[in-house]
């Protein structure tokens, strides 16, 4: 394995930032070094990859918003291959479902669910859009807020909607066309933000971005239905000021789960029950920064990456595998207005 790996960051424009960027991880020295202006776009906030390596970020034109889609080319640099875009605020999520050649959007300000077919070229086109409802009893749940839309291990896709309370699945034909099959509701005001799966069990961890709470939901394969069992407060009971839940990543052994809390700015890490239904918490630390929006572990996972975006500044931090806690190693890297970390 190579010494040095590479991470990509999605970021707003608001301030400073030009796009997204690319950063180096040197393994050895155990240092991030590099960071490198790769695209200009505007409020690129989050990105995925295809395994054909096409790149797919949130894009922002004037009044417009939607997806792009670059080809990445042999010595490194990116080409635009087109961009799907609609009247409105941009997405906030998009994530590639590499089976079906489909691209996903969650747009958070309109509450819509977008789906994108890829054509042979990379290029994206709307297959289907889905306007959500409902609100909620928070000041930020005055309507719907799509905030996620990713693939569950059995290949539907899952749908969390932070202004209602409530994570949709759905069943996704070849055509990028979406059916409903389950919805989960959770306690009002949870404000449902990312979750993530267990790699081995039925289980997914909804990070409440409003309750800074992680609910422990047992996942159905049959129906595609959701189930809550535990329900852990992310932020530690002398924490009494505000607080938004961000990112939430379990490692590949299924042991440690991770979550970033935005106002505590700290990660929080919990060790993971064998069944996989019961978090105990082990540690909180310092982001060494302001609104830990994302974050992410390295390949090996002996390291994590975080974002602090209000700070512009990324942290590094070692990871040990046998007990899950992190030291920090690294702060202070320039990284402007940063809100998504994703592995190269």
Known sequence: MSDVEKFLLGSYTRRISEGIYEISLDTQKKQLVHLTHLINEDNPTYLDVSDNDVL??????????????????????????????????????VAVDNKR??????????????????????????????????HGPHENQEGPHVHYA????????????LGNDTVYTYDVDNNGKLTEVAKFIATPGTGPRHLVFHPTKPIAYLFGELSSDVIVLDY??????????????????????????????????????????????????????????????????SVEGDFPRDFNLSKNEDFIVVANQN????????????????????????APEVVCVKNK
């Open 311 to 334: 700070s512009d500044n990324l942290t590094l931090f070692e990871r040990n595998k046998e007990t899950g806690l992190l030291t920090l190693l690294q702060k202070d890297v320039f």
């Open 150 to 161: 990713d693939l569950t291990p059995d290949d539907r896709l899952v749908v969390c909607d």
């Open 220 to 285: 159905d394969v049959a129906t595609g239905s959701f189930k809550a069992s535990q329900t852990i407060s992310t932020l530690p009971e002398t924490h009494t000021e505000f607080n938004g839940g961000a990112a939430i990543r379990i490692s590949k052994d299924g042991k440690f789960l991770y979550a970033s809390n935005r106002g505590h700015n700290s990660l929080v890490v919990y060790e993971v029950s064998e069944d996989g239904k019961t978090l105990n918490t082990l540690q909180w630390i």
């Open 101 to 134: 050649g489909v691209v996903y959007g969650a747009n958070y300000h309109q509450g819509i669910l977008y789906s994108y077919t890829i054509a042979e070229d990379g290029s994206v086109a709307l297959a289907d859009k889905i306007q959500d409802n409902g």
């Open 56 to 93: 797919y970020s949130v894009a922002k034109e004037g009044n417009l918003g939607g997806v792009a889609s670059y080809k990445t080319e042999e010595n490194g640099e990116y080409t635009l291959i087109n961009r799907v875009m609609v009247e409105g605020a941009p997405p906030c999520y």
